[in-house]
Structure formats: structure tokens, C-alpha cells
């Protein structure tokens, strides 16, 4: 059974920086795809960024394009979330997703549906 453990949520002012991590444990395959998705109260969740390991291609939300950057680490199996420049708006429960279907990552809305999540680490920014 895959597991994935986030971390690195916190909080910071408007401006300021996070770097989210997870790390997907139990994992045996080559190449998959793992996403970041997000949820405020009261709102419904909503795909931030996906990215095929192993080099492959990124997807993002309009809304974080310019300020966040996902990546992956194949030699610690870890999943990234680099968020610049964070605004009010950012903040939310931040969730990893995961799934050997590659092509799950082609947009956001097929990554929503991916097989693994996490339990999500909080992201609070204030202005």
C-alpha cells in the first residue's frame, strides 16, 4: 500500500516563501504521476500542480503560474512544492496526490482523480 507523507506547511505574511514535501513511501514504480492539490474552507478543492517523474512534463494552475514550482526527486522519492511570493489566497490544507498512470497527470482534472493521497499539511498566509 502506497503512503504519502506531506510536510513543510506553516505560516508566513503575504510575499513570503514555503517549500512543501512529500514523500511517497512503498512505491515501486519507475514512472508515475503525483500532483499538489488544495482546499480552503468552504471551497472546493482544487488542482494546483502535476508532475510525471522520472523528467517528465508540468501542469499548472492558472493561479500559482510564475510563483510555484513543482519537482521531483527520484533518488529520495520526494515530491516538492516551491511557493514564492504567497498571497492570502494561498492559504488552504495542501494535499500530495499519487498514481502509476502516467497520463492521470495530462491536466489537473485527471490528477484529481489520481489513486494515493496524503492527510495534507496546512498553508497559512497573512497579509
Known amino acids: 500500500q502506497v503512503q504519502l507523507v506531506e510536510s513543510g506547511g506553516g505560516s508566513v505574511q503575504a510575499g513570503g516563501s514555503l517549500r512543501l514535501s512529500c514523500v511517497a513511501l512503498?512505491?515501486?514504480?519507475?514512472?508515475?504521476?503525483m500532483s499538489w492539490f488544495r482546499q480552503a474552507p468552504g471551497k472546493e478543492r482544487e488542482g494546483v500542480a502535476a508532475?510525471?517523474?522520472?523528467?517528465?512534463?508540468?501542469v499548472y494552475a492558472d493561479s500559482v503560474k510564475g510563483r510555484f514550482t513543482i519537482s521531483h526527486d527520484n533518488t529520495k522519492n520526494t515530491l516538492y512544492l516551491q511557493m514564492n511570493s504567497l498571497k492570502p489566497e494561498d492559504t488552504a490544507m495542501y494535499y500530495c496526490?499519487?498514481?502509476?498512470?502516467?497520463?492521470?497527470?495530462?491536466?489537473?482534472?485527471?490528477?484529481?482523480?489520481?489513486?494515493?493521497w496524503g492527510q495534507g499539511t496546512q498553508v497559512t498566509v497573512s497579509s
Open positions: 508532475i510525471v517523474t522520472g523528467g517528465g512534463s508540468t
Open positions: 496526490a499519487s498514481d502509476r498512470r502516467t497520463w492521470r497527470c495530462n491536466t489537473l482534472a485527471t490528477a484529481g482523480d489520481s489513486a494515493y
Open positions: 512503498r512505491y515501486t514504480y519507475d514512472r508515475y504521476c
